[in-house]
């Protein structure tokens, strides 16, 4: 993988001085690379990720296992690139094992996504069964800690 890519990766607020200090290229060569690769569709977009449990921001995540009839000439591509358009949709993934799709979904509430997985997914044609499971708390996405290691000092303990 590119070293621009894998930098980007890491940390996309990285401005184009620093990365081309980083990769001894000049800032107007970064700049046509990543223009290059966002063309190319090879970089997707940018993300921040939030501490939305410091922000007060009360959202509901649930990952869903799909199970779902492959489509003649289509495979599982078309029935997941359906599911895929829901807004509710953060990401979908073809999976092996003992279910199809695993989706990611996020609501405002409970009964949101409930209504979402009961009236729009399991009614979608080709989707056999759903088993939802609702996130309680993240710990690490990403790559990032969500809570920073405190230094925790303990007393000494005497027998």
Same mark, same amino acid.
């Given at each position: 993988?590119?070293?621009?890519?894998? *930098?980007?990766? @890491? $940390? +996309?607020?990285? #401005?184009?001085?620093? *990365?081309?200090k980083m990769l001894n290229l000049s800032e107007a060569e970064v +700049? +046509?690379?990543?223009? +290059?690769?966002?063309k190319d569709q090879i970089i997707l977009g940018y993300r921040?990720?939030? $501490?939305?449990?410091? *922000?007060? &921001?009360?959202?509901v995540r649930a990952v869903i296992e799909v199970k779902i009839t492959p489509e003649r000439g289509g495979g599982f591509d078309r029935l997941a690139e359906r599911i895929a358009k829901y807004v509710e949709v953060n990401s979908c993934y073809l999976?092996?094992? /003992?279910?199809? !799709? !695993? &989706?990611?979904? @996020? /609501?405002?509430?409970?009964?949101? &996504?409930?209504?979402?997985?009961?009236?729009? !997914?399991?009614? &979608?044609?080709?989707? !056999?069964? #759903?088993? #939802?499971?609702?996130? *309680?708390?993240?710990?690490?996405?990403?790559h990032m800690l969500m809570a920073r290691e405190q230094n925790e000092e303990r007393l000494a303990v005497a027998p």
């Open positions: 993988m590119d070293p621009l890519l894998k *930098l980007l990766r @890491e $940390n +996309a607020a990285l #401005t184009s001085a620093q *990365l081309s +700049a +046509a690379k990543i223009k +290059a690769y966002e921040t990720i939030l $501490n939305e449990e410091k *922000l007060g &921001v009360d959202r999976m092996s094992g /003992g279910y199809d !799709l !695993l &989706v990611v979904v @996020e /609501g405002s509430s409970l009964r949101e &996504v409930a209504t979402f997985v009961s009236e729009k !997914l399991a009614t &979608v044609q080709g989707v !056999l069964s #759903t088993a #939802t499971h609702f996130m *309680l708390k993240p710990y690490k996405e990403q």
